[in-house]
T-cell receptor, first 113, second 114 residues
């Protein structure tokens, strides 16, 4: 079974703090994604990566950056957290040969005060 | 504008009945469409993928249809059980994005009563 893990299930941070969300997948998937999910809006793509050190902006990259130094790990960074970044953050991965199907982690619920 | 719509109202049905969820999209011509299940506080889990040249796809008690003329997919759960209670998301990839720009609907919450 594919396993995607995220470093925290719940996080509480203060406005202006730098926040790191980590994601690790154990199935040697080439592609990794970060989404945020808000009620009524569905999942929105923040960034994705199709290879080590490669990254592409999604639909809502502002206020976020990412890092992929190893194939299995994809980090999302909030340089200076703001209250409008309070959300559920979901990491996903997929293979290059079957990249339409994504495998998700359990999510990190982030509250920025 | 391009969008993907699912009924935002929760669907309540009795155990044993067939649940039917709808996904409509506009201004896309996807090569395939997917359905995911999401339980509260968890990440989505892939259920089924249907391609544009397939009218219907089945997996156990699940059935998905895809009408590219109506721009609609229907997701059916037959003989529904309380364990089927969850939010169901439909998702598609705009053609040419190679699976990297999946668009997800906001989901429909299903409640199956015993």
């Amino acid at each position: 079974d594919v396993k995607v893990t995220q470093s925290s299930r719940y996080l509480v941070k203060r406005t202006g703090e730098k926040v790191f969300l980590e994601c690790v997948q154990d199935m040697d998937h080439e592609n990794m994604f970060w989404y945020r999910q808000d009620p009524g809006l569905g999942l929105r793509l923040i960034y994705f990566s199709y290879d080590v050190k490669m990254k592409e902006k999604g639909d809502i990259p502002e206020g976020y950056s990412v890092s992929r130094e190893k194939k299995e790990r994809f980090s999302l960074i909030l340089e200076s957290a703001s209250t409008n970044q309070t959300s559920m953050y979901l990491c996903a991965s997929s293979t290059r040969t079957r990249q339409e199907t994504q495998y998700f982690g359990p999510g990190t619920r982030l509250l920025v005060l | 504008s391009q969008k993907i719509e699912q009924n935002s109202e929760a669907l309540n049905i009795q155990e044993g009945k067939t649940a039917t969820l709808t996904c409509n999209y506009t201004n896309y011509s996807p090569a395939y469409l997917q359905w995911y299940r999401q339980d509260p506080g968890r990440g989505p889990v892939f259920l089924l993928l249907i391609r544009e040249n397939e009218k219907e796809k089945r997996k156990e008690r699940l059935k998905v249809t895809f009408d590219t003329t109506l721009k609609q997919s229907l997701f059916h759960i037959t003989a529904s059980q309380p364990a089927d209670s969850a939010t169901y998301l439909c998702a598609l990839d705009p053609r040419g994005t190679g699976g990297f720009k999946t668009i997800f609907g906001a989901g429909t919450r299903l409640f199956v009563k015993a």
